[in-house]
């Protein structure tokens, strides 16, 4: 086994810790620009809630008009169409709460690429320390 000269000692801990300053920040970059993108995603989301809460505000006005249009006339054809057209925009507020909540839901805003870089990260530094030893 070949031994290393003891002078050599501060140069490589020097190195060692530059490499490990290093990797902090590109992590550290990964996560900031992983974060940016959850963020627009959660954006998206809550743009789909808003626009779902107006549209099913509008459903529920069409279809109390529709039902007091049905109720002051028994002729039937306003009444429906406007129950109709009620209930399509009920089901349109459904579809985008629904898309809302898968956008934003805490596994969806979690970093995972960052997460499972910096566990890559942490078993190469340990067996490249049980390697040593």
């Known amino acids: ?37 959850k963020a627009a ?8 809630l808003a626009t779902a809460a107006i549209l099913a ?7 109390a008009a529709a039902l007091v249009a049905w109720i002051a006339s028994a002729g039937l054809s306003p009444g429906l169409a406007a129950l109709l057209v009620g209930g399509v925009l009920i089901a349109a507020a459904a579809c985008l ?3 809302a909540r898968t956008r934003l ?21 340990r067996e490249a320390t049980h390697d040593r030893h």
């Open 41 to 48: 995603s959660a954006g998206t989301g809550l743009a789909c």
């Open 105 to 125: 839901n805490s596994k969806a805003l979690l970093p995972s690429r960052t997460i499972r870089s910096v566990q890559r990260d942490a078993a190469s530094i």
């Open 1 to 37: 086994m070949a031994y290393r000269d003891l002078r050599e000692s501060p140069q490589l801990i020097f190195e060692s810790l530059r490499h490990f300053a290093a990797l902090l920040r590109s992590e550290a970059e990964l996560a900031k620009s992983e974060l940016k993108e």
């Open 97 to 99: 709460l629904a898309a």
């Open 57 to 63: 505000l509008a459903g529920l006005h069409v279809l």
